[in-house]
């Protein structure tokens, strides 16, 4: 069914769904097929607050078009917005607390109010699109280093893929994969997203590629380093120049550290590296481990994009301890961590990713699971 989709290019990144077909299939899946009276309950414990407030004025929504969820970082409008169509049409555009309406389309803000700058700001800047909605589909545009993408989730009971543009054959060098692995051009919003106090930031600045083999972590006693990763990195630059730069840096903010030609102690880590080209420092947490000859396992890949291995790896802490309590109660690590645990495999190929759960799990369940702990952070 050709749906008409909002688009707005500041937004980070957009889910639409067709809402009619969801529902059912959210409630065949917790009815019939889950059957998991706990967590009902607690869904039903989140839709029925006494502390109800009409933010929408009797809006409703009409369940037979398109409904679209953005997440907004700009100088006018930042956090969630969501957009549907309304079963009643308005003459003229109305300003609700929370959103706006224009004809059949509403702009709802349900964290925040709206303010009547955003609402113009919002109607003036939203495109449209023709793009037809499937059942088991959630269609994705996200904003990747300047551009806007396009793909789509979809899932069968035990499988969830995603699938986007092909990409074009970029042969470049990446770390034979191990573990969880992940290797792709570095996102240019990541380092804006990650806070200055973070000492090692310093080593992604002017950073054009990375591969990662990642295998867990542990508590350690250490008060400067109370986390030691298990981990491989190969960081490739824009230019030599940008390679040294970053790491004098990191040399600087740790000269308390003992460091040596190819290796510094950080806290129980003897971390081990290497300059294996002009722009390209490869890093490891442990050299026996991972590069006992000196040299790091290198392999090809044809698009410069891989993504392969254990999901649970991400989330898994060894010598947890009482502070496994303390984290169980962070709300977006328990539910990653549950969300991770149920995975067999993540893939990927060249149109996009396939992530397999494991036979006892239901993927629209977990994905709801998830984002209801992550709504009550």
């Not at 990446?174 to 200055?196: A, D, E, G, M, T």
Request: hydrophobic share 35%; net charge positive; aromatic share 10%.
């Amino acid at each position: 069914m050709q749906q008409r989709i909002p688009i707005i290019h500041e937004a980070s990144f957009e889910l639409t769904a067709h809402p009619l077909s969801l529902i059912k299939e959210l409630i065949s899946t917790e009815l019939f097929e889950v059957k998991n009276q706990l967590f009902l309950n607690e869904l039903h414990q989140l839709t029925s607050s006494k502390a109800k407030k009409n933010k929408l004025d009797g809006v409703h929504m009409d369940l037979q078009q398109a409904m679209s969820v953005f997440y907004i970082q700009s100088t006018f409008f930042k956090g969630l917005l969501i957009h549907f169509q309304s079963t009643q049409e308005s003459s003229k555009k109305v300003i609700g607390a929370h959103y706006v309406q224009r004809e059949k389309d509403v702009f709802y803000s349900p964290l925040t109010p709206l303010t009547r700058k955003q609402s113009k700001w919002i109607l003036n800047n939203v495109k449209w699109k023709k793009r037809s909605v499937l059942p088991r589909q959630l269609i994705v545009h996200q904003k990747l280093n300047g551009q806007l993408i396009e793909g789509s989730l979809q899932w069968t009971q035990h499988e969830l893929q995603y699938v986007t543009q092909g990409q074009k054959t970029n042969q470049t060098l990446i770390l034979s994969p191990r573990s969880f692995h992940y290797s792709n051009q570095f996102p240019n919003k990541v380092l804006s997203s990650i806070p200055k106090q973070f000492s090692l930031r310093c080593l992604l600045n002017s950073l054009d590629r990375i591969s990662l083999n990642y295998d867990g972590g542990k508590l350690t006693e250490d008060e400067q380093f109370p986390f030691a990763p298990s981990f491989e990195v190969l960081l490739e630059y824009k230019n030599p120049g940008s390679m040294e730069s970053a790491l004098k840096t990191a040399q600087s903010i740790f000269d308390t550290l003992e460091w040596k030609e190819e290796g510094v102690r950080m806290g129980s880590q003897e971390i081990f590296f290497k300059r294996t080209s002009p722009k390209t420092l490869y890093i490891c947490s442990d050299k026996q481990v991972f590069c006992p000859t000196g040299t790091p396992n290198i392999t090809r890949c044809q698009t410069g994009f891989l993504c392969k291995g254990d999901l649970g790896r991400l989330t898994s802490i060894k010598n947890i301890g009482w502070a496994g309590l303390v984290l169980d109660m962070i709300p977006a690590f328990r539910a990653s961590k549950e969300l991770f645990d149920g995975t067999k495999e993540v893939r990927s190929s060249n149109y996009g990713m396939e992530i397999t759960f494991k036979p006892e799990k239901n993927v629209l369940h977990e994905l709801l699971k998830t984002m209801v702990v992550f709504g009550q952070e």
